[in-house]
């Protein structure tokens, strides 16, 4: 049985890297310009799509090490700072919505249920990349993993935006491609739907014990 259940849902969350939008190719794309500009070795795209989805910081921490074998502050920043800048200027490039996106948030949206963007991503960036991909408009609220103090897998994030639009947990529904969204919504009180084509940090999904795996999101509006 779904967990669904729109006639409930006042509130879904949806992360948005590897859930809504494929933005790993631009990123891999990113970070290879970045780290040719500083001088240091690339990386595969392969690589950067088990990297991806815990936030910039993160991301740029991985690379560190499978270069350098360990983290320095310096390099750190070094790296961060170039990589936002290059980012920014080739933010949707190749990025595309998933299949089966854009009908299901038109359905949420059609049966007037508020729906908000938790992801990871610094908010200016998610919002420019929800804004060049046409579907800013069926967000009421972005959460960056720069908006608060704490980013998923805590919950905050999503306590925050059930708090925003007056919800409460058996109305709310989190959407994601990781165990950071399982983690975070198991630690909020919400259910939580993924999709088998995230990220995921190159683990199978499943063996985060989710409650329920779709593979297009608007399967389960069948």
């Given at each position: 049985?779904?967990?669904?259940?729109?006639?409930?849902?006042?509130?879904?969350?949806?992360?948005?890297?590897?859930?809504?939008?494929?933005?790993?190719?631009?990123?891999?794309?990113?970070?290879?310009?970045?780290?040719?500009?500083?001088?240091?070795?690339?990386?595969?795209?392969?690589?950067?799509?088990?990297?991806?989805?815990?936030?910039?910081?993160?991301?740029?921490?991985?690379?560190?090490?499978?270069?350098?074998?360990?983290?320095?502050?310096?390099k750190h920043q070094q790296l961060l700072q170039k990589y936002l800048e290059v980012y920014e200027q080739e933010l949707c490039v190749h990025?595309?919505?998933?299949?089966?996106?854009?009908?299901?948030?038109?359905?949420?949206?059609?049966?007037?249920?508020?729906?908000?963007?938790?992801?990871?991503?610094?908010?200016?960036?998610?919002?420019?990349?929800?804004?060049?991909?046409?579907?800013?408009?069926?967000?009421?609220?972005?959460?960056?993993?720069?908006?608060?103090?704490?980013?998923?897998?805590?919950?905050?994030?999503?306590?925050?935006?059930?708090?925003?639009?007056?919800?409460?947990?058996?109305?709310?529904?989190?959407?994601?491609?990781?165990?950071?969204?399982?983690?975070?919504?198991?630690?909020?009180?919400?259910?939580?739907?993924?999709?088998?084509?995230?990220?995921?940090?190159?683990?199978?999904?499943?063996?985060?014990?989710?409650?329920?795996?779709?593979?297009?999101?608007?399967?389960?509006?069948?």
């Amino acid at each position: 049985m779904s967990l669904l259940n729109l006639e409930q849902r006042q509130l879904i969350l949806f992360d948005l890297d590897g859930t809504l939008v494929d933005t790993a190719s631009d990123m891999y794309r990113s970070m290879n310009l970045t780290l040719s500009h500083l001088g240091w070795p690339e990386v595969t795209e392969t690589q950067v799509r088990q990297w991806v989805g815990q936030g910039t910081g993160k991301l740029c921490d991985s690379v560190l090490q499978f270069l350098f074998g360990q983290i320095e502050p310096e390099k750190h920043q070094q790296l961060l700072q170039k990589y936002l800048e290059v980012y920014e200027q080739e933010l949707c490039v190749h990025s595309r919505i998933f299949d089966g996106v854009e009908t299901f948030l038109k359905t949420c949206k059609d049966g007037q249920i508020e729906m908000a963007c938790v992801t990871n991503k610094p908010e200016h960036l998610a919002k420019e990349l929800l804004q060049k991909l046409g579907i800013e408009h069926y967000f009421g609220l972005v959460v960056g993993g720069d908006s608060l103090p704490l980013r998923k897998p805590d919950p905050l994030p999503l306590l925050h935006s059930m708090q925003v639009f007056h919800c409460t947990p058996p109305h709310t529904l989190m959407i994601g491609d990781s165990k950071n969204d399982i983690e975070a919504a198991r630690r909020a009180g919400i259910d939580c739907i993924v999709v088998s084509y995230g990220y995921n940090h190159g683990e199978n999904i499943y063996d985060s014990d989710p409650q329920q795996v779709v593979d297009r999101l608007d399967q389960l509006l069948v």
